[in-house]
């Protein structure tokens, strides 16, 4: 496909692991980014992998790639309520230049 | 605070007037990014400059401009509004405008087209 894919919502309970899940449309691109939304504000860089990575830990923040299937994963470990928020996904593929192109974001309700 | 400013953070206007839009990049940023995000088309790269010159162009509407100034402040001119353009308008600024180098989001300047 031409766009990077997200499904638009997960619900979780507090506690729980969330998994975020994307795919990307470019194979060369070389970093691949999550960034989160709350609501009323900008974007927040939660973290990025480097292509020639497999995985990446950040404290509570797991990022799987799997590049063959253009598939990238973000696993928020004992998810909390403060991590209510829209997780989008994007990439830097070569014919952007070096602009972000992003998913629709995936909403991620936690509930208590 | 991710150090990129946004002017207004609010503002309402009628079809077919011309708006501006106002960013001030990070300290020591010479790329800047605009992107629109709207509820039915998500967050939509429109136009990149660096260090005064553009760089790369996305779906920007033709009623749409931009320039990056020599001070490295950006504005984005909006015109002929449509009710259409009604979304939230961010800034992004990074360092060299390379992949890799972290591209920081201003807070957003939420346009109503009423």
């Known amino acids: 496909g031409e766009d990077v894919e997200q499904s638009l919502f997960l619900s979780v309970r507090e506690g729980d692991s969330s998994v975020i899940n994307c795919t990307y449309t470019?194979?060369?691109?070389?970093?691949l980014y999550w960034y989160k939304q709350e609501p009323g504000a900008g974007l927040q860089l939660l973290t990025y992998?480097?292509?020639?990575?497999d995985m990446k830990q950040d404290q509570r923040l797991t990022v799987l790639l799997n590049k063959k299937d253009k598939h990238l994963s973000l696993r928020i470990a004992d998810t909390q309520t403060g991590d209510s928020a829209i997780y989008f996904c994007?990439?830097?593929?070569?014919?952007?230049?070096?602009?972000?192109?992003f998913g629709k974001g995936t909403t991620l309700s936690v509930s208590s | 605070d991710s150090g990129v400013t946004q002017t207004p953070k609010h503002l309402i206007t009628a079809t077919g007037q011309r708006v501006t839009l106002r960013c001030s990049p990070r300290?020591?940023?010479?790329?800047v990014y605009w992107y629109q995000q709207s509820l039915d088309q998500g967050l939509q790269f429109l136009i990149q400059?660096?260090?005064?010159?553009?760089?790369a162009k996305g779906n920007i509407l033709e009623r749409f401009s931009a320039q990056q100034f020599p001070d490295l402040h950006s504005e984005l001119n909006l015109s002929s509004l449509e009710l259409g353009d009604s979304a939230l308008y961010f800034c992004?600024?990074?360092?060299?405008?390379?992949?890799?180098?972290?591209?920081?989001f201003g807070e957003g300047s939420w346009l109503t087209v009423v």
């Open positions: 992998i480097f292509s020639n990575m």
């Open positions: 470019d194979s060369s691109s070389t970093y």
């Open positions: 992004a600024s990074s360092v060299e405008g390379i992949p890799g180098n972290t591209i920081y």
């Open positions: 400059y660096y260090n005064g010159e553009e760089r």
């Open positions: 300290s020591g940023d010479l790329s």
């Open positions: 994007a990439e830097i593929p070569n014919q952007a230049g070096t602009a972000l192109i």
